[in-house]
């Protein structure tokens, strides 16, 4: 039973069966600011102070093409990119899907049409939007070389005792930090350190979208 504490938490089901509710809450698929979803979860709640300040590390960071959420008029199917033609989201379908896109890319400004050299992304485009996650997890191993790991799942589970499924605690020791950005090259946009977790600077990190249940994913 995936909607109960136990083995069955981590099988893929379908949410709903003749309209019954299958499994727990699953990613907060809108976070567009004051949409107010309809699923009572009760009193799981999710961490709302800093993760480190409840014992998670990051144990990985990867990426998605185009934003998993939707928030109307930030990141939605309105927006663009540099590869928004139907042709190319068919070509996209076969192997990685295209997300929603921010509304910032402009095919006349050089800094979202420039190309740059890439040394370890493979496959990232200039003016493309990207989701980036930051999988963290008390289970990691912290402060160690084999913090960050890949499946980041690795990482999320590397030390017994500590997650549990009855009782249930994976909402208060797994957490993910998300941001959606637009690639530009521009030095003005420079960020030194994308490793350690989602920015937190200005209006970085500012007004964030707090949900508990699974992260996202194309099933």
Same mark, same amino acid.
């Given at each position: 039973?995936?909607?109960?504490?136990?083995?069955?938490?981590?099988? +893929?089901?379908?949410?709903?069966?003749?309209?019954?509710?299958?499994?727990?809450?699953?990613?907060?698929? +809108?976070?567009?600011?004051?949409? $107010?979803?309809?699923?009572?979860?009760?009193?799981?709640?999710?961490?709302?102070? !800093?993760?480190?300040?409840?014992?998670?590390?990051?144990?990985?960071?990867?990426?998605?093409?185009?934003? =998993?959420?939707?928030?109307?008029? =930030?990141?939605?199917?309105?927006?663009?990119? !540099?590869?928004?033609?139907?042709?190319?989201?068919?070509?996209?379908?076969?192997? $990685?899907?295209?997300?929603?896109?921010?509304?910032?890319?402009?095919?006349?400004?050089?800094?979202?049409?420039?190309?740059?050299?890439?040394?370890?992304?493979?496959?990232?485009?200039?003016?493309?939007?990207?989701?980036?996650?930051?999988?963290?997890?008390?289970?990691?191993?912290?402060?160690? !070389?084999?913090?960050?790991?890949?499946?980041?799942?690795?990482? $999320?589970?590397?030390?017994?005792?500590?997650?549990?499924?009855? !009782?249930?605690?994976?909402?208060?020791?797994?957490?993910?930090?998300?941001?959606?950005? &637009?690639? $530009?090259?521009?030095?003005?946009?420079?960020?030194?350190?994308?490793?350690?977790?989602?920015?937190?600077?200005?209006?970085?990190? =500012?007004?964030?979208?707090?949900? &508990?249940?699974?992260?996202?994913?194309?099933?």
């Amino acid at each position: 039973d995936a909607n109960a504490p136990g083995d069955g938490y981590f099988k +893929n089901v379908q949410c709903f069966v003749d309209n019954v509710i299958q499994s727990l809450e699953q990613a907060g698929a +809108n976070v567009t600011k004051g949409y $107010v979803g309809e699923l009572d979860a009760g009193d799981r709640v999710p961490i709302v102070d !800093p993760y480190w300040k409840a014992g998670l590390c990051p144990v990985n960071v990867h990426w998605h093409l185009g934003a =998993e959420h939707l928030s109307v008029g =930030e990141y939605d199917e309105h927006g663009s990119g !540099p590869a928004t033609d139907s042709h190319h989201r068919k070509m996209l379908a076969g192997d $990685v899907r295209l997300g929603g896109q921010c509304h910032h890319y402009d095919s006349h400004d050089a800094k979202f049409t420039t190309e740059y050299d890439w040394k370890h992304c493979v496959g990232m485009k200039v003016g493309q939007t990207y989701e980036v996650h930051w999988p963290h997890s008390a289970a990691g191993a912290c402060g160690t !070389p084999n913090q960050y790991q890949t499946p980041f799942y690795d990482g $999320v589970f590397c030390r017994d005792g500590i997650i549990t499924l009855d !009782p249930l605690n994976t909402y208060q020791k797994i957490g993910v930090q998300s941001q959606v950005y &637009t690639i $530009v090259n521009d030095e003005a946009y420079y960020y030194p350190d994308m490793m350690r977790g989602m920015i937190v600077d200005g209006d970085y990190g =500012e007004d964030i979208a707090m949900y &508990t249940g699974s992260t996202t994913g194309t099933s």
